[in-house]
Structures are given as structure tokens and as C-alpha cells.
């Protein structure tokens, strides 16, 4: 058993040496040593000695230039964990050297034999190639499995639902321990008693106050174990044959939603509140909760924008104060709040097109501009007008995309709460059912700021004869003057509509 440590290996997953011999525009020939190891990188080096700039986990390419003992030379990559060995063919030698072969062989370093038409960097760019897709395979597992998380979450017995769903999606067993150490559910396949064994040993490493998770091995598994939120000593444990690279976000998406199911541990009241959450998150309409969510206030808020990886919602999600945070990685349906409530950041990031829901409880202190993103907030809302605020978020995140500024707030209604919104929305198309998007966008934005030609042009980064352009067809196609103030407030209250 043992805690995680830091680790050295990239985020990218790791590729099997045999998808890289695979490639047969490459011409590598395995010489020595299996093709099953795990390639992270790929790295050159002619020095005589290359153990001081190894990591551990490379594919190391040489052309053999200092090459004098092959066996003392074999042994030093082996001793850096190095993954294989790629011995270049000519300029200096016209075939591997029989005596490096056979160092290879007696230390199960495999060795690739490139030929002299394959340059080294072709090499490393086809790894990173391999390494690419298999990220992008992963990324897309994780968003799978989150998915099936959340709708397991959603089932009548949600509990055994979201082991079950987490011990097929890892392809193992997931067992849920109680305070004692004891199972009190569990799913999937059976393991080994001294799995079994190991992995409640290993679930007790987690007392409060100490590690949230840990990792090990036993009886032929791979073991980890997390602790649940609310500090009552629950653990998930997870046995599997093997670990991918996405196994650990899976889990923290099932962490996170176990922590809300088991809610009965922490009492009655908090029970039937995060239990209505949960349900309010997944697509229950809000008149089904309100009387078990209270009377809030609480506050929704849209998001654009982030670093574009897979944990920039969470990053937000946590400077805001509120775990309930729905990404867009799933089906949205029932309440303005988010359905498909998901771990923020346990799949694919949300990007730049990509609108994330945060729902804040009073408790959460009051929305910040962050950097790098976007912020619509709505007015404070009880449960049963949390579909009202989620509309007032997404008008204020409009209003904070087209004034380039990075929060906007819900702002009452005004004169445009007397009229109907459905014959608003209604009349908003019909008016500027001419325009196309482009046309559109740059309109609004240009009656954000108060015509400004070069403050538009910088917005949408595009030349300021470019906006001109546009606003000008706008005008023709619209058949209105955009000089006279009545025609720009009946267009901006259009826009704000639909």
C-alpha cells in the first residue's frame, strides 16, 4: 500500500512500444526485449553515459557515436527506467552492434533497430502522434463515464446505481466502506480475498484528517481508495486489473456524487437538501424540490472562456464557493440550474464556446470577475425562480461577451418586463430574421458600445472598415436608419430578447 506521490510523467497517456513499431512508414525492427512497454517520450542523446539525464519511461534514441562498452552502456539506461532503447543505423555503424543486442536481451531492455531513411525526429513526432490520440481517447472515455455517472446518480437506488456504473466503467469492482470499515454496498466483479483484504487496509489509511485518497496493489490488482466528503469516514475503494490514465477523474466524479448520496450520515436536514440537489442538478424541475432545497436565496451564473483543459471548471467552480456546477458535457434538460450535473473538470474542458452553470447557495460569497473567464450572474433567486435566473444569467453573459467586460450582472427588467416575452421573442425574430450571425453579433456589439466604430473593431478583433461594412448592410437589410436613437433601443431590447 502507499500513498500517490508526484510523479514525473506527463498528462498525456503513455503508448505501447508495439503501436510505435506499428507504423510501418517508420521501418523499426524489434531486435530485442518485448513490445509491451509503456513509452512517455521520447528523448536523443549520444553521450557515453546518458543516466544523468534520463527520467525514467523514455524511448532513448542514439546513433551509438561514444558507444564503446555496450554492456556497461545497457546497464546504466536500464538503471535510469528508461522504456527502450532506438539504436539508429549508420552514419557510425552499418548494423546494431551484436554485443548491444545481446545486453538487451540478457537485461529485457527492448531494443528498435532504425533504419538509415528514418530520421529520429520522425520518431519522436509519430510517438507524440500515437500520444495524442490516446489523450484525445481518454478525454473522451472520461466524458463518457461522467455521463453515465450522473445518470446512474438520477436512479431510484442511486447508491448501488453509481457503483455499479463506476465499477463497468473501470472495468473492476467499486465498494463503498462505512465508517467501520465494513462494505456497506458494492458492484462488480468479484476479486481475490487478498485483494478484498488489501483494499479495506487500504481505505482505513484514510482517517480524517489524514490523505484523501491512496493507491497500492494486492492480490493481483490494482487498488485505490478515496474518502467521501462530510469528514464521517466513508471510503470508496476501487479494485482494478489495470489503471488508466482517466481512472482517478472517474472516481472523483463518483466521489463527489457518493458524497451527496450518503448525505443520510451527516443528518436528516442536510440529507434532504443535498438529496434534492441532486435531483434539482439532473433535470428535476425546480416546484418538485423547492420545499426541500428552502427558500435559498440562490444565485446562477454562466461562464465562458478558461485555459481550455479538462479542469478549468473546477478551478471556477471552487473560486466561487459551490461544488454544483454543470460543464455541458452532458444533455441538459428540466431546470434553468444545470441538468447532467457533473464533477467540474472531470471531463473534456468546457472551451470557449462552451457555457458552464454554476448554481451558488447563500453561503457562497458573492461572484468575482475571474481571469480568463466570462461571468453572467443572475439576481438572487429562491428555488422555485431558479428557471427565471438562469435566463438572467445567460442575458448577462451576453452583455459581458459583447461589452468585453468580465462579469456582468442581471439587471431588472424595466420597461422590458412589461411585455410579453413570448410574443418579445416572437417579434425579436421576425425583425432581424435578415441578418445572418456575423451580421448579428457585430450589431450587438457595436450597440453595446454606443456605436463606436474602433472600440467594436477591437472587441471582435476585426478591422474597423470591416464593422463599417457591416453595420452598413445591417441598415440595408433591416431598412432602418441606425443614426435615430428609437431604431438602436428597439434593436438593443430585440437583441436582448431573442
Known amino acids: 500500500m502507499s500513498v500517490p506521490e508526484a510523479t514525473s510523467t506527463p498528462p498525456a497517456p503513455p503508448v505501447p512500444l508495439a503501436a510505435l513499431l506499428s507504423r510501418k512508414e517508420l521501418g523499426l525492427r524489434l531486435l530485442a526485449g518485448p513490445d509491451d512497454v509503456s513509452l512517455h517520450w521520447v528523448h536523443t542523446s549520444e553521450m557515453a553515459d546518458p543516466y544523468p539525464y534520463?527520467?525514467?519511461?523514455?524511448?532513448?534514441?542514439?546513433?551509438?557515436?561514444?558507444?564503446?562498452?555496450?554492456?556497461?552502456?545497457?546497464?546504466?539506461?536500464?538503471?535510469?527506467?528508461?522504456?527502450?532503447?532506438g539504436f539508429g543505423v549508420t552514419p557510425v555503424y552499418d548494423t546494431v552492434p551484436a554485443e548491444l543486442v545481446e545486453a538487451c536481451a540478457l537485461h529485457g531492455l527492448p531494443l528498435v533497430e532504425v533504419p538509415p531513411r528514418t530520421p529520429f525526429t520522425a520518431v519522436a513526432r509519430a510517438l507524440w502522434r500515437l500520444m495524442a490520440e490516446a489523450r484525445l481517447h481518454e478525454l473522451?472515455?472520461?466524458?463518457?463515464?461522467?455521463?453515465?455517472?450522473?445518470?446512474?446518480?438520477?436512479?431510484?437506488?442511486?447508491?448501488?446505481?453509481?457503483?455499479?456504473a463506476l465499477a463497468s466503467r473501470l472495468g473492476g469492482r467499486a465498494v463503498l466502506f462505512g465508517a467501520d470499515g465494513a462494505e456497506s454496498a458494492a458492484a462488480g466483479r468479484e476479486v481475490p480475498a487478498?485483494?478484498?483484504?488489501?483494499l479495506r487496509e487500504l481505505a482505513g489509511v484514510l482517517v480524517p484528517g489524514g490523505p484523501a485518497s491512496a493507491s497500492g496493489d494486492g492480490g493481483g490488482r490494482r487498488l485505490a481508495a478515496y474518502a467521501l466528503g462530510g469528514g464521517d469516514g466513508l471510503a470508496l475503494g476501487v479494485a482494478t486489473e489495470r489503471r488508466g490514465p482517466g481512472d482517478h477523474t472517474i472516481a472523483g466524479v463518483a466521489v463527489v456524487l457518493l458524497s451527496l448520496l450518503t448525505a443520510p450520515h451527516r443528518g436528516a436536514d442536510v440529507t434532504v437538501r443535498d438529496g434534492s440537489l441532486v435531483r434539482l442538478l439532473l433535470g428535476a424541475a425546480p416546484a418538485e424540490v423547492a420545499e426541500a432545497l428552502g427558500a435559498g436565496p440562490w444565485t446562477v451564473v454562466h461562464a465562458r472562456g478558461g485555459d481550455g483543459t479538462p479542469f478549468a471548471a473546477a478551478a471556477l467552480a471552487a473560486a466561487l464557493g459551490t461544488p454544483l456546477v454543470d460543464t455541458g458535457a452532458g444533455t441538459s434538460s428540466g431546470t434553468g440550474a444545470g441538468a447532467g450535473a457533473t464533477d467540474a473538470g472531470a471531463a473534456a474542458a468546457p472551451g470557449a464556446g462552451r457555457t458552464v452553470r454554476l448554481l451558488l447557495p447563500a453561503s457562497a460569497p458573492a461572484p468575482e470577475p475571474r481571469s480568463g473567464w466570462a461571468l453572467g450572474v443572475s439576481a438572487p433567486a429562491d428555488a422555485r425562480e431558479l428557471a427565471a435566473a438562469d435566463t438572467g444569467a445567460a442575458r448577462a453573459l451576453r452583455r459581458a461577451e459583447a461589452s468585453r467586460t468580465p462579469l456582468a450582472r442581471h439587471r431588472p427588467a424595466g420597461f422590458a418586463g412589461l411585455v410579453d416575452p413570448a410574443e418579445a421573442a416572437a417579434y425579436a425574430r421576425t425583425l432581424l430574421a435578415p441578418l445572418a450571425e456575423p451580421l448579428t453579433e457585430t450589431l450587438r456589439v457595436w450597440l453595446s458600445l454606443h456605436g463606436?466604430?474602433?472600440?467594436?473593431?477591437?472587441?471582435?478583433?476585426?478591422?474597423?472598415?470591416?464593422?463599417?461594412?457591416?453595420?452598413?448592410?445591417?441598415?440595408?437589410?433591416?431598412?432602418?436608419?441606425?443614426?435615430?436613437?428609437?431604431?438602436?433601443?428597439?434593436?438593443w431590447f430585440a437583441l436582448g430578447t431573442v
Request: charged share 25%; aromatic share 2%; with cysteine.
Open 54 to 85: 534520463l527520467l525514467g519511461g523514455e524511448l532513448l534514441m542514439t546513433a551509438g557515436v561514444q558507444l564503446t562498452d555496450p554492456a556497461r552502456y545497457v546497464e546504466r539506461v536500464v538503471e535510469a527506467g528508461a522504456a527502450a532503447l
Open 140 to 164: 473522451r472515455r472520461v466524458t463518457e463515464a461522467q455521463q453515465a455517472l450522473a445518470t446512474a446518480a438520477a436512479r431510484p437506488s442511486p447508491v448501488p446505481a453509481v457503483l455499479g
Open 194 to 198: 487478498e485483494a478484498a483484504r488489501a
Open 452 to 491: 463606436s466604430w474602433d472600440r467594436t473593431a477591437a472587441a471582435m478583433d476585426i478591422h474597423r472598415n470591416t464593422v463599417r461594412q457591416r453595420i452598413a448592410r445591417c441598415a440595408r437589410l433591416l431598412d432602418r436608419d441606425l443614426d435615430d436613437p428609437d431604431v438602436r433601443m428597439e434593436l
